[in-house]
């Protein structure tokens, strides 16, 4: 069968979809994944090539750059732009107004064309030639469902992360049910409906949650909701690199990694509020070896270096982790992933974007690691909580459950003839 993947134009979002699409392939299914131009991220259309797919750029990047300018700069620890705590009850309304105004930003309703939507139309007119028979859409980038409707393609959503929309849209499917919600106009609609009509289609729930949802996230993190979902084991891809010298043996000392993840580097950069030169100042007399990923602006910030810190502008973490005793992070899915494909207690600073307080607390409830509040950052309890990560087993433990847990949900491979089926029951 003919497999497209639609990822929102970010490597972060690409690097989930590898190992699947990789299984894809070696089943013998054909798959393409297509991508806007990359707006935060400009080489993600070169590292679908370098991931060995097939990539299909739908072009965009003058639009979206612009329509997506108050969003990248909204990034940050103190404006959280699409991050949701289920905890909180009123939360979700204030990621459904995010989304809703990235939505009508990232497709705006016309344009100087006479009404084109260039990516849109780009994915439909793709899509309509190329007849997939399943679409593996991004949460973020909904128009997949849309070109898999217009085409009588299956069509999956494939998670990234924690199911933020799903949530949302349940709760604004309870509203009518409360007469003090206030009005329940659906907020995505302004745009969706005239996308739906240009293509001849009419609403169905499906556009927002698909037809079934890959989800790559553990299972005692998923919200309890009312949608089918298909678990998938997350393998940790991080991109093709050559392997460094220096990690060719082990180190004689312990090693914890400091990283800020790829799309937090590119859209906090130096706002990302964590106090670097003080927090190295604070490990310089520890036993240990800080690998920490910086790139050039923060690495000037910094200054020079104790001897016992490595700045790196970026190595790949499945390089990295399987000689690492700790990691120190941002809270973002694939970090979170990788430390646990690798049984590494992780330091969680929550940068929040989307799901990034969950996960920190599920770390730290799971007894595989400790958190720190980005908004009252102390250096000397950090230095403390770093060695206690280190020489306390019990984070290892932990560790350890957390990977037990990951091993539980089924590989990429066993999930293709799973999709194979699911495809035959709802393709148009």
């Known amino acids: 069968m003919r497999v497209l993947f639609t990822i929102f134009p970010a490597t972060a979002h690409l690097y989930p979809v590898v190992p699947l699409a990789w299984a894809l392939q070696s089943a013998g ?22 991931a060995g797919l097939t990539a299909v750029s739908l072009g965009g990047k003058e639009e979206l750059t612009a329509s997506l300018a108050s969003l990248i700069a909204g990034a940050g620890p103190n404006r959280p732009t699409l991050a949701l705590d289920p905890d909180d009850e009123n939360a979700w309304r204030t990621a459904r107004a995010v989304l809703a105004g990235m939505f009508n930003a990232y497709y705006p309703p016309a344009s100087a064309e006479g009404g084109r939507r260039p990516v849109l139309d780009t994915l439909v007119e793709f899509a309509r030639e190329w007849r997939p028979d399943l679409v593996l859409w991004d949460p973020l980038a909904p128009t997949g469902a849309v070109a898999a409707r217009a085409c009588g393609a299956a069509h ?25 919600s206030g009005p329940a106009e659906d907020p995505w609609m302004p745009w969706l409906g005239p996308v739906l009509e240009r293509y001849g289609l009419d609403f169905a729930e499906e556009t927002w949650v698909g037809q079934w949802t890959l989800d790559l996230t553990q299972s005692r993190m998923r919200n309890p909701l009312d949608l089918a979902y298909v678990p998938v084991r997350r393998v940790p891809y991080n991109g093709a690199a050559v392997l460094p010298e220096w990690l060719h043996s082990r180190p004689e000392r312990p090693r914890a990694v400091l990283t800020l993840g790829v799309s937090r580097r590119l859209l906090a950069g130096r706002h990302s509020g964590f106090p670097m030169r003080e927090f190295f100042d604070s490990v310089s007399g520890l036993d240990l070896e800080l690998v920490a990923t910086l790139n050039g602006e923060q690495l000037a910030a910094v200054g020079t ?21 700790a990691i120190i992070h941002h809270g973002g899915g ?6 646990v494909a690798f049984k590494v207690p992780q330091f969680v600073v929550p940068l929040p974007m989307w799901d990034e307080m969950v996960t920190a607390r599920y770390v730290a409830r799971r007894g595989a690691g400790v958190v720190a509040d980005p908004a009252e950052i102390d250096v000397d309890v950090m230095q403390k909580d770093l060695v206690r990560l280190l020489e306390e087993p019990s984070f290892q433990l932990g560790a350890r459950g957390l990977y037990e847990d990951m091993l539980a949900a089924p590989a990429p491979k066993d999930v293709v003839p799973v999709l194979e089926r699911l495809t035959a029951e709802h393709r148009g």
Not at 305 to 325: G, H, K, T, W
Not at 334 to 339: D, V
């Open 305 to 325: 270096l104790p001897d016992n810190v490595r700045a790196i502008e970026y190595v790949p973490l499945n390089q990295v982790l399987p000689s690492s005793s």
């Open 334 to 339: 694939g970090t979170f992933a990788a430390a």
């Open 156 to 180: 999956a959503r494939l998670l990234f992360g924690m199911d933020n929309i799903g949530l949302i849209r349940s709760r604004m499917r309870q509203e009518p049910a409360d007469p003090s």
């Open 29 to 50: 299914h054909e798959v393409v994944v297509a991508s806007p131009e990359g707006v935060v991220d400009p080489k993600v259309i070169a590292n679908i090539t370098a």
